[in-house]
């Protein structure tokens, strides 16, 4: 394998000089800006000892989180809106195992992060020493790969190997678990320029055949439908996608991931499948007779787990990037494995037109006529026209964060984006907490762009220490808080499926936001009606630091469409109301 | 259906880890799992034996080719295959009925490998349901321990790429 020495010039020795050696924690710190990674997000602790000190001289930019969780999700948000690794460190034990949700959370939704944990020194692993802990065994199921580095010796081919298992194929979090010995062992080092792993060829070339046979299904095709997912946002195909569409005109839905993968203000957009999708989506799903999915995985709030009640009267054709995904949870009738981009650009190379005419015309009228409803207030702050309001204001310009839960179904319901890595979302886990943590990564990943992170006064309350950050280095988040004064989601399942009782929910008794954030030294507003909305709002996005706004909203609002889960897509509970 | 899969992994720390975690969090049913070295340094190779129906199979090889130290899955259920476990039992034997535990297990090919002054320990190897006959008749006499090393297999006859079927 062809290396090349990566020090600088001056400190490459004569050839009959030893050469220079380094620590693992400098080698360290040497790979990462090899990597072109542009900062890192972390926590200190006693087995990082040696790494935080390689930091010390500010070759590498570190942001400072509050917690383990705050600085895993901020690298999550900086890689979803770049598709560059996020980069995480962390010390041994707590700090390790604070990085578990954040690794769970990348790993469901495929998401390029390289974690990087310290450890106790080899001749204490495995003795219960102060502050170990088996992070390698504890993230096994939700790590793409993981690193024990055992030889300071392997540290460059580790850090090469973990960036490229995290950003190629079906990207997702790599660990590098480092003990003390090997950050303070010397070596010298040379930066590997190619990698080559035996066990790993992921295959981005889509078969001609099955190419081939796409068209044929879709010069049959009379009510063909694209629902496309994640896989188009990871591969950054969504040129591809809307030529694609419009050459073989076809109506296109988004799942939960995929949103901003193909523009909300398409005349094709139909809006988000599934469990709280659009009338159109849920019954183009049920009576379509080819069924397109590229870079989706047919996940259970997609299908609501009735593959008896999904697409049954249509040809399956999958397209992804990671085999085992084919056949996993819906028999497939055309599968192509491949990187979605190109497999979209061999795909539209002379595709036919389907003869859908008349089902275009059928599912935009659906869209037209069954589009998405709330009864709006003049007394009381509807959650879905804080978030509309969000959208009109920013042009849809912005980059959206969320949570989990009734507040995130809104913001995929009311804020069409227009642009890949705008919208930014914890789809798979559904993790509390996360939306804030992300937008901070995402900020620092476009400076320039407005990052709003809507959370609820539940998630919000999960990771709200990392106020401290954007108030410490102006990092000039806009947080909507959705508040409710309750766990809206658990509190609707309740209502509905629990009869009312409502159990453990009611979190009326939370702190003032308003005040919480003025502690930080950031500055908020709070609002309770529309005028109130508008104003604080409008002063909000005018302040050019970070910026609080406690969205007083109606408690007993729910998320509607909704299908009830055990049931079909047929059997949409609609909202009510006028808007 | 129950399926023997044979997988070639990286000789790595973990790498069984990785394999029992991925069947384990899949939900994946483990009859046993073998591994020991291959023909090849660095690589051994692991036997798993499972049963499902065509999906799950399908499944199965699929996520275990995601995990980096996988290098090679097969399916030995499409091939003819020699499949093979070892058997060890210590079972009840006094002078009298010796001879006829000798008999007993004469046909199976198995031996007498410990005598103990109440026991004898038997070695047999073969197909499970072998083994499972032989423990069947060996159960009347007192089974004391077993010790069973899980199936390992290989396909019959065939080098890389040409794929010679003998016999069944």
């Known amino acids: 394998m062809a290396q090349r020495l990566t020090m600088p010039v001056e400190e490459q020795k004569p050839t009959n000089q030893p050469q220079q050696e380094f620590t693992g924690s400098e080698i360290l710190l040497r790979c990462l800006i090899e990597e072109g990674v542009e900062v890192v997000f972390g926590y200190p602790g006693g087995a990082v000892l040696p790494i935080y000190d390689s930091l010390y001289q500010g070759a590498l930019k570190h942001l400072l989180a509050r917690h383990e969780q705050g600085a895993v999700h901020a690298a999550d948000g900086y890689a979803r809106a770049t598709g560059k690794p996020g980069v995480v460190i962390a010390t041994s034990g707590p700090g390790a195992t604070n990085l578990v949700t954040g690794m769970a959370t990348a790993q469901m939704d495929s998401i390029p992060l390289v974690c990087i944990t310290g450890n106790v020194a080899q001749n204490l692993i495995g003795t219960d020493a102060f502050q170990e802990a088996d992070i390698t065994g504890i993230t096994m199921p939700i790590t793409k790969h993981s690193y024990l580095v055992t030889d300071v010796k392997e540290l460059p081919r580790v850090v090469k190997e973990a960036f490229h298992i995290a950003s190629s194929g079906r990207p997702g979090p790599v660990l590098i678990d480092i003990p003390k010995d090997v950050s303070n062992a010397r070596s010298t080092y040379r930066y590997p320029e190619q990698v080559h792993i035996r066990g790993y060829q992921p295959k981005t070339d889509p078969h001609p055949l099955q190419i081939t046979r796409l068209h044929q299904a879709i010069a049959e095709a009379k009510k063909p439908l694209i629902l496309a997912g994640g896989g188009v946002v990871t591969a950054g195909a969504e040129q591809e996608l809307i030529a694609f569409a419009e050459k073989i005109n076809a109506p296109v839905t988004t799942t939960l991931m995929g949103l901003g993968g193909f523009p909300g203000q398409h005349a094709h957009w139909v809006g988000m499948p599934g469990m709280h999708g659009t009338y159109a989506a849920n019954h183009a799903l049920l009576e379509c007779d080819l069924l397109i999915g590229i870079g989706v995985r047919f996940d259970d709030r997609v299908t609501m787990g009735r593959l008896d009640k999904f697409a049954t009267g249509a040809k399956i054709v999958h397209i992804d990037i990671d085999p085992a995904e084919i056949g996993k949870n819906v028999d497939t009738y055309i599968p192509i494995v491949g990187d979605v981009k190109k497999s979209l650009e061999e795909a539209v190379k002379e595709v036919p037109r389907a003869r859908s005419d008349a089902w275009m015309g059928q599912v935009q009228q659906w869209y037209r006529e069954k589009p998405l409803t709330f009864k709006d207030s003049e007394e009381m702050l509807k959650p879905q026209w804080v978030i509309r309001h969000l959208y009109e204001t920013t042009g849809g310009d912005a980059v959206v964060t969320t949570d989990v839960g009734q507040h995130q179904m809104w913001v995929a319901q009311y804020f069409p984006f227009a642009r890949p890595r705008s919208f930014i979302t914890s789809g798979g886990l559904g993790t509390m907490g996360f939306g804030f943590p992300a937008a901070v990564g995402a900020q620092l990943a476009k400076p320039e762009a407005t990052v709003i992170s809507v959370t609820g006064d539940g998630g919000f309350q999960m990771t709200n220490q990392e106020l401290a950050v954007v108030a410490l280095t102006n990092i000039p988040v806009k947080v909507a808080v959705i508040n409710n004064r309750c766990l809206g989601m658990v509190r609707q399942w309740q209502e509905v499926f629990h009869s009312k009782r409502y159990s453990e929910v009611d979190l009326a008794d939370s702190p003032d936001f308003v005040k919480l954030a003025e502690a930080y030294g950031v500055k908020a507003w709070r609002a309770t009606n529309k005028e109130e909305a508008k104003e604080a709002w409008k002063e909000a996005l005018a302040h050019p630091g970070p910026a609080v706004v406690d969205f007083q909203v109606a408690s007993e609002e729910n998320v509607y469409p909704m299908v009830a889960p055990g049931s079909g897509l047929d059997e949409m509970i609609m909202g009510e109301g006028d808007e | ?168």
């Open chain 2, 1 to 168: 259906m129950r399926h023997i899969i044979s997988v070639l992994v990286n000789d790595q720390p973990r790498v069984l880890a990785r394999v029992a975690n991925l069947l384990g969090r899949r939900n994946f049913n483990i009859e046993s799992i073998s591994v020991g070295e291959s023909e090849e340094p660095g690589l051994s190779r692991m036997v798993i034996v499972t049963s499902g129906d065509e999906r799950t199979m399908e499944q199965v090889q699929k996520q275990l080719h995601k995990l980096i130290d996988v290098i090679k899955v097969q399916d030995l259920n499409e091939h003819a295959a020699v499949e093979r476990e070892l058997l060890l039992v210590t079972v009840g034997a006094s002078s009298g009925t010796r001879m006829e535990i000798n008999g007993i297990i004469e046909p199976f090919r198995a031996s007498v490998v410990d005598v103990g002054p109440n026991s004898l320990m038997v070695q047999a190897t073969g197909e499970r349901s072998k083994l499972d006959a032989l423990l069947d008749l060996l159960r009347p006499y007192g089974i004391k321990e077993v010790a069973r090393t899980g199936v390992t297999a290989l396909p019959r006859g065939a080098t890389k790429g040409v794929a010679v079927h003998v016999g069944n």
